[in-house]
């Protein structure tokens, strides 16, 4: 044999051992990639949890996406690229900016169901302040209701209406609105609402992530959203509902989150805040 073909022979060689050590490093590469996608729940860390299936569409809005399952809480202002149509709509009182006809418009399909406190929590006054979204009403026509308290299952995800109201001003009275912990995937996911700090908060069980609203009034302030968290005992918090415009109208400061931050650091507890 000449040296050229021995020569050939041997660069064939260190090729195909070469494509051969990339192929198996690709193979451990997609390997690990399937292996953390098929991870049991119950091995990942709520914060993986948290990552992989709860997003926060802005203002009160969030959307957990599990297992092939797409569930929307207070869809307000939606965009194109957050949208995708929801097996559940979850709706924790009418107004406007957590009840909005434009994100329903591109979430809600045909099989969606949509679960809220009865219609009839809206009143003419809700209606003449402008409050309420009315094209809303073809979606609530569809409604299943719940009051607080009230336990519904659907698809193996749990959804437990509680108590939800301002203590003292006017704009979300004792009964006319709803909290929710959802049990989904092992994890209890509690979404207050617009919410004051209330002592029912202290009643709802095990919460691993809890949802709580900053802007005060008719939501919480960051001393009333840590003292929430006494309360509750959450593993991990998320707060909402601030550093957003509705109609040129800045609700709450974007400094809102970090001021909470500091203030749970300085009491000391163990939940973790997660700014998103």
Do not use: W
């Not at 607080?148 to 203590?167: D, F, M, W």
């Not at 908060?201 to 809890?210: Q, S, T």
Request: charge should be negative; hydrophobic fraction near 30%; proline fraction near 4%.
């Amino acid at each position: 044999m000449s040296e050229e073909a021995e020569g050939s022979e041997s660069g064939t060689q260190e090729t195909e051992d070469q494509e051969e050590g990339q192929s198996n490093e690709e193979t451990k590469e997609e390997r690990e990639e399937v292996e953390e996608q098929e991870k049991p729940d119950e091995e990942k860390t709520l914060e993986e949890f948290i990552e992989e299936h709860l997003e926060h569409t802005g203002h009160a809005g969030f959307k957990i996406r599990y297992q092939g399952k797409v569930i929307y809480i207070d869809p307000y202002d939606i965009s194109g690229s957050d949208a995708e149509e929801a097996d559940i709509v979850i709706l924790t009182h009418y107004h406007f900016d957590h009840a909005d006809s434009k994100s329903l418009d591109k979430i809600v399909g045909a099989k969606t169901v949509i679960i809220g406190p009865s219609a009839s929590t809206i009143s003419q006054e809700d209606i003449e302040y402008g409050l309420i979204d009315q094209k809303c009403e073809k979606y609530l026509s569809r409604l299943r209701s719940v009051s607080n308290g009230e336990t519904l299952s659907l698809n193996g995800i749990t959804i437990n209406a509680v108590a939800s109201y301002n203590k003292e001003a006017a704009e979300h009275p004792r009964g006319k609105s709803n909290g929710y912990v959802i049990t989904i995937g092992g994890v209890k996911i509690y979404h207050a609402g617009d919410s004051d700090t209330i002592p029912e908060m202290y009643r709802l069980g095990e919460i691993d992530v809890a949802l709580l609203p900053l802007a005060g009034p008719g939501q919480m302030t960051p001393e009333g959203a840590a003292e929430a968290v006494r309360l509750i005992k959450p593993k991990v918090v998320i707060p909402m509902h601030y550093g957003t415009s509705i109609d040129g109208m800045k609700i709450g400061s974007d400094d809102e989150g970090n001021r909470f931050m500091k203030l749970i650091n300085d009491y000391g507890l163990k939940t973790k805040v997660i700014i998103k």
